[in-house]
């Protein structure tokens, strides 16, 4: 049992494939340095729900996972940063 052209489908030229705008664009994703933490987390969950879809072409997804990563390691030292100051704070007694 082989294939025939019958089990082929053609493949179009580039001319013949429609332009369409990218699913994902620079000015999608927001400022991260104006964002609170709060807000940098609800994000990295909107990503995550993002590239969990399957119907989401390549570009678009490695867009958003760099866009991800990035805000994952922003919003680390920024954690990282808050607990130095809370044991540096808790360590010396000037907690109010």
Known sequence: MGLN???YKEIPD????QKTEPILR???FP???KMTVEEQLA?????VSTLEKDDLPLDA???AFEQGIRLIR?????????KTRLETLT???DLI
Do not use: M, N, V, W
């Not at 994000?43 to 990503?47: A, P, Q, V």
């Open 74 to 82: 922003q919003t680390d030292e920024q954690l990282t940063e808050a």
């Open 14 to 17: 580039d001319k013949d494939i």
């Open 5 to 7: 052209d019958q089990d």
């Open 61 to 63: 997804a490695l867009k």
């Open 26 to 28: 620079q000015d999608d």
């Open 91 to 93: 360590e010396s007694g």
């Open 31 to 33: 400022d991260y340095g």
């Open 43 to 47: 994000f990295i969950e909107s990503l």
